[in-house]
C-alpha cells in the first residue's frame, strides 16, 4: 500500500519531534543548549493559519498563528510524547478564547496578545485546540 504524501509528512514530522524530544530528554553533555527545530508543519500565505513545532529545553512548543479567520493547513495534527511539557502559543487577530478540549484549559487571546498555554501531556489521546467563540479549530494535539 502506497503512503499519500501528507501521510509521509506526518509521519517525517512525528518522527522529527519524537526523536528532538529523546534528546533533550536523554541527559545529554550539561553544556548543550539542548535546543532542536522541526520545520514548520505548514507554509502559510496571507489570510492563513500557521502552525510550527520545535523542542527547545525539554518543552513542546506549538505555535499558532490565525489570520483573516482562514484555517488552511496540511499537517493539523501535532504529536507528542506522553509526559512531555506543552507550550501552547496561539496569536490571532480578533479577540477570543482558546480551549485545549480534554484538558479544558482556556486562555484569552486579542489581536495584541497572544495567549500562552502550558500543561503536561499526562492524558494519552487526540485533543481539539480551538479558537472557542469563533468554533474554529486550531490544531489537534496527538499525545502518545
Known amino acids: 500500500m502506497q503512503q499519500s504524501p501528507t501521510d509521509l509528512r506526518k509521519?517525517?514530522?512525528?518522527?522529527?519531534?519524537?526523536?528532538?524530544?529523546?534528546?533533550?530528554?536523554?541527559?545529554?553533555?550539561?553544556?548543550?543548549?539542548?535546543?532542536?527545530?522541526?520545520?514548520?508543519?505548514?507554509?502559510?500565505?496571507?489570510?492563513?493559519?500557521?502552525?510550527?513545532?520545535?523542542?527547545?529545553?525539554?518543552?513542546?512548543?506549538?505555535?499558532?498563528?490565525?489570520?483573516?479567520?482562514?484555517?488552511?493547513t496540511d499537517d493539523d495534527r501535532v504529536a507528542v510524547p506522553l509526559g512531555a511539557t506543552i507550550e501552547l502559543s496561539v496569536t490571532a487577530d480578533v479577540d477570543d478564547e482558546v480551549h485545549v478540549h480534554g484538558y479544558e484549559l482556556h486562555g484569552d487571546v486579542t489581536p495584541t496578545s497572544a495567549a500562552v498555554i502550558t500543561f503536561?501531556?499526562?492524558?494519552?489521546?487526540?485533543?481539539?485546540?480551538?479558537?472557542?467563540?469563533n468554533d474554529l479549530l486550531l490544531v489537534e494535539v496527538e499525545i502518545s
Open 120 to 133: 503536561t501531556a499526562d492524558i494519552s489521546g487526540v485533543f481539539e485546540v480551538e479558537l472557542e467563540d
Open 11 to 72: 509521519l517525517a514530522a512525528a518522527s522529527v519531534i519524537a526523536l528532538a524530544f529523546s534528546a533533550c530528554s536523554s541527559g545529554g553533555d550539561a553544556g548543550s543548549p539542548g535546543t532542536t527545530s522541526a520545520p514548520p508543519a505548514t507554509k502559510a500565505s496571507a489570510g492563513e493559519e500557521v502552525v510550527s513545532t520545535h523542542i527547545d529545553d525539554g518543552i513542546v512548543r506549538v505555535a499558532v498563528t490565525v489570520s483573516a479567520g482562514a484555517v488552511a
